[in-house]
């Protein structure tokens, strides 16, 4: 086999395969010091991880059409001429700019959704092999990408790297501004990333790999002792040609040929067609007397399996096949990689058994049919209560002699990785006394990737180990069960071709370095403090404004509670209000509504602003406690808006123990969610005690003349009657295009549909009878933990900082029922997913929702943290569907009277409200005092409870709104958040 060579310049490269790359790693130097340096995109994968990003901000209006336009021409001249820095620059510059007013947590789960859902599907299964084969050989392996580490780092924790070099992103505040905190890592910034990381890691460039597709990376692969061209351009192919690099090229993962839509087709319908079958020839036999049911059904599954790989031209190469049947019934396991893998199994199986999908596998044309008659069992992956009582009958068709294959991943692995190993077939296989059967699948992904709708013929290597009795097993050591079980497959997995080596298992640690920070293009501008801007509200904020006229239960008042000390002076806190006062225009505007009742609520500034009517003073009594801050800041934040004065009013709380004080600001939802409420204080306070004399003194602005509301709905019935010939062209456009491409529409209609369903279909699963009292009372309560502690003990479970806070949430409200004696069900709990925009202005309200069924009978935060992380990922992928949004036309147009209860009806939907909000992470001030804490305090939209988490210098301050009707023990359940956030803090050791 040919080895890799240095050359000489002019000689001609090689061209190397898969096993050639991989024994060139293994012959050569080996240890930490040697490192293996992969370029990310069109490397590793094939495509370019932006297209994923790209494609979720199309489809959710994150980017301009303006942006669009320029992204494209830059884009062209980039395949035509070779793109400068200065172009690369542009283009990197507008594709980030849809991440502004993000917070870190949501684009790092954006980051792993996309990952799962589509980047994973094109990472080449060759270079995961050979990043496998540097990890071998102990080699320090680095992903080096001009992109974010929001689109490197779930693949380099997915492939088991532990170091990705990127480009910095720019937050303000805890939210990205849009805007790379320095040059991308791209051509030379590449070059000088790779040897200073190099310098600090005390890597040996000379005795390194490097890898990359594109000519841009000349220089970065001119470092490496042993540069590698992998997939490369023309450009890079002359280079690597001249420079004697070798080169190798992998499969590619792109549109399917004739060949594979032929053996899809043949595959689909040798399956259907042979399991229809073998039924009809079982019928025909069941009925002269000479078999049963299930006799026709096992005849079906042996015609589907063999003209379904016959047809597909998929061959199975099984080393152990004698365990496919020593020890039946069984529970046979299986690693999850493709939709071929039913296909795969039912060709190995054979007869005698039956299988756990999930419950949207019942609505696949003709292959829902077959499960059903096959007797497989369905189940709510969201739902654990549904699921366990699905796997009930699997326990009986055991003992019937029936086998069940499971797969113990829960769902399709994204990459040749093992997954994690849920416990219910090895639950199953315990009840039902009867053995486990791994059956380890190394390549079907490589015939049919995830996502894909075609397949290619080749061969599929499986191995089958020998049955692990579980007669002695009990649920104590279950555990140690699994992970025994898990390793089987991982040992199997790496030592497939008898290659030596340890099977390192990936931790999930990844050491993330950004390039250098600086300026990038032109220098930041200073911005103008533009904050609630609209002049007239939106959909949203209408329904929120004219709901609580119609119901004043649903009062959407927005409270946060801040900590100060020392406390601050009186007078120059009223001069920091009038000052606000000119840098937000919101704060001098009232609302205004069209005559009747109905049309678009307007938003119109006031001819002068008494402050007396929006900023007060109260002192405590002694002895100042923080039960009596709550009591005063409770009654305060419920109170009723004077609906004809601005929304906003501020509260200075004087007496607190050792000195201190604290300020409340309550506002109208309808104008701010609660990230435009941290927009806001991030702006108005001040990173320094000192008055800071350089600020901007805008002019008091002059109020335009007052429009009547007969004025305001006239003007707003003539835009509307205006717009429809402009619309009747829009949407016959829209049709037009659909027409273009129907498949398209109509996976987006069936996507819009489901998650609609997700967020305004009644619960599942039933509300919580303990939680079902109402009374229209707020009772406030807070808590404290620190930022890091709770980040890291979620990171050890595999979770974000929002999982780990939410398993914390459903640990305590556990612990509430658990206290009462109540039933340990799944309740609903409503999650806000936030909509922004680049361009969608500062203030204002921009989100949807989503409901997560809380799962109370599960005791293990490890547990909880990896369902709710299973659970948004796939919940945000349905975010870009705006409920409020799609009704926006009609919304302005209906009364309060009508508004009301549909909100109620709404709103009440879910037992629990849970949000998690960025703050700042650096030391702010209000007149001269420091804020230590900062707490925030939704309303309550028919809800027992809302709990709001937001970060503020190091601490997760979290702020609790109680029914008192429901939560009639506020302290106990206070006690089992403090249990639930120190449960998961605990994980990180």
Avoid at 130 to 151: I, K, W, Y
Avoid at 428 to 440: F, T, Y
């Amino acid at each position: 086999m040919t080895q890799a060579s240095t050359g000489t310049a002019g000689s001609a490269a090689q061209v190397w395969s898969e096993e050639q790359l991989i024994a060139d790693v293994e012959a050569g130097p080996q240890g930490p010091r040697v490192g293996a340096f992969f370029d990310f995109d069109g490397t590793l994968i094939d495509g370019y991880s932006l297209a994923a990003f790209a494609r979720h901000h199309l489809r959710s209006g994150h980017v301009t059409p303006a942006d669009i336009g320029r992204m494209l021409l830059l884009g062209m001249r980039g395949l035509t001429v070779m793109f400068s820095e200065e172009d690369f620059e542009d283009f990197f510059l507008l594709g980030m700019r849809a991440w502004a007013g993000r917070h870190e947590d949501e684009l790092t789960q954006l980051g792993e959704r996309l990952w799962m859902q589509g980047v994973a599907g094109s990472l080449y299964p060759e270079a995961w092999r050979l990043v496998e084969a540097h990890r071998r050989a102990g080699h320090t392996v680095v992903l080096a990408s001009s992109a974010t580490r929001f689109q490197v780092e779930p693949a380099a924790r997915a492939m088991g790297v532990d170091h990705v070099l990127v480009t910095p992103v720019e937050f303000e505040n805890g939210l990205a501004t849009g805007r790379p905190g320095g040059p991308p890592l791209w051509r030379a910034g590449k070059a000088t990333a790779v040897r200073t990381f190099a310098q600090a890691h005390d890597i040996d460039l000379a005795a390194s790999y490097a890898y990359s597709n594109g000519d841009e990376d000349v220089p970065f692969l001119g470092m490496a002792g042993r540069a590698r061209a992998l997939n490369p351009g023309p450009g890079l192919a002359a280079e690597a040609m001249r420079r004697n690099w070798p080169i190798a090229r992998f499969r590619h993962r792109g549109r399917p040929g004739a060949r594979e839509i032929a053996r899809t087709v043949g595959a689909v319908g040798g399956t259907l067609g042979g399991f229809a079958a073998g039924l009809a020839l079982g019928a025909l036999n069941s009925i002269a007397g000479e078999g049963t049911r299930r006799e026709a059904v096992d005849l079906g599954l042996t015609l589907a399996g063999e003209l379904g790989t016959a047809l597909g031209g998929v061959r199975l190469d099984v080393r152990g096949a004698e365990h496919l049947v020593s020890a039946r019934p069984a529970v046979f396991l299986f690693n999850h990689q493709s939709q071929l893998d039913v296909l795969i199994l039912t060709k190995l199986l054979r007869t005698r058994f039956t299988a756990v999908v999930k419950k949207e596998a019942a609505s696949v044309p003709g292959f829902g049919l077959a499960f059903r008659l096959a007797d497989v069992a369905f189940v709510d992956r969201a739902d654990t209560g549904a699921a366990r009582a699905a796997l009930e009958p699997a326990v009986q068709r055991l003992r019937e002699g029936i086998s069940l294959v499971v797969a113990p991943e829960g769902t399709r692995s994204a990459t040749p990785a093992l997954g994690r190993f849920k416990k219910g077939a090895f639950h199953v296989a315990m009840q039902a006394g009867v053995p486990i059967v791994p059956i380890v699948i190394r390549n079907a992904g490589e015939l049919m990737w995830r996502g894909a709708s075609t397949l290619r013929e080749g061969t599929v290597q499986v191995t089958v180990l020998p049955p692990i009795p579980t007669g002695g097993w009990t649920v104590e050591e279950l555990d140690r069960h699994i992970a025994e079980v898990r390793d089987q497959y991982i040992d199997t997995l790496a030592h497939w071709d008898g290659r030596s080596g340890p099977s390192r298992v990936p931790n999930g640690e990844v050491t993330v370095t950004a390039g250098p920070s600086g300026p990038v293009g032109a220098p930041l501008d200073a911005r103008p403090l533009r904050w609630g801007t609209a002049r007239e509200m939106n959909a949203l904020e209408t329904a929120m404004w004219r709901g609580e006229a119609g119901d004043p239960r649903l009062r959407s008042n927005v409270t946060l509670l801040e900590l100060l000390d020392p406390a601050p002076d009186w007078e120059r806190l009223v001069a920091a209000h009038e000052w606000a006062s000119r840098m937000v225009p919101r704060m001098r505007q009232r609302v205004v509504e069209p005559a009747l009742g109905i049309g678009t609520p307007t938003w119109e500034a006031v001819d002068h602003l008494d402050l007396v009517h929006h900023l007060s003073r109260v002192r405590l009594r002694r002895p100042g406690s923080t039960r009596q801050l709550l009591d005063v800041v409770q009654e305060f934040a419920a109170a009723q808006f004077d609906r004809d004065r601005p929304l906003w009013r501020a509260l200075l709380v004087e007496g607190l123990q050792g000195g201190r004080a604290a300020y409340v600001v309550t506002t109208h939802h309808s104008a701010t969610d609660g990230l435009g409420a941290v927009q806001l204080m991030g702006m108005l306070h001040s990173r320094s005690p000192e008055h800071d004399p350089h600020r901007p003194e805008p002019p008091e602005p002059h109020p335009e003349p007052p429009v009547s509301p007969v004025e305001l709905l006239t003007e707003q019935v003539g835009r509307a009657a205006r717009g429809v010939p402009g619309e009747v062209v829009r949407r016959g456009a829209e049709v037009l295009g659909a027409l273009a491409r129907p498949e398209a529409v109509a996976t987006r209609a069936v996507e819009t549909v489901r998650s609609l369903g997700k967020t305004v279909a009644p619960p599942t699963t039933g509300h919580s009878p303990l939680l079902a009292e109402r009374s229209g009372q707020w009772h406030f309560e807070v808590i404290d933990v620190g930022l890091d502690e709770l980040k890291a003990g979620a990171k050890a479970a595999g979770g974000s900082l929002n999982d780990g806070y939410l398993a914390a949430v459903l640990g305590a409200l556990r612990h509430y029922h658990q206290h009462f004696g109540a039933e340990l069900g799944t309740i609903p709990i409503g999650i806000p997913i936030s909509l922004r925009t680049q361009d969608d202005p500062q203030g204002g309200n921009r989100f949807t929702g989503a409901r997560l069924p809380g799962p109370l009978d599960e005791p293990d935060a490890v547990a909880r943290i990896r369902a709710v992380r299973e659970f948004v990922l796939t919940a945000r992928s349905g975010a870009g569907v705006d409920v409020v949004g799609l009704l926006a036309p009609a919304l302005p147009w209906l009364p309060g009277a009508v508004l009301g209860p549909a909100s109620a009806r709404l709103t009440s939907a879910n037992d629990v409200q849970v949000s998690n909000l960025p703050g700042v992470s650096h030391p702010v001030y209000i007149a001269g005092a420091r804020i230590t804490r900062m707490y925030p305090f939704g309303p309550l939209p028919g809800v027992a409870a809302t709990i709001t988490l937001l970060s503020h210098d190091g601490t997760c301050c979290i702020g609790v709104n109680l029914d008192p009707a429901a939560i009639t023990e506020p302290a106990v359940l206070m006690a089992g958040l403090r249990a639930g956030l120190d449960e998961v803090v605990a994980l990180a050791g």
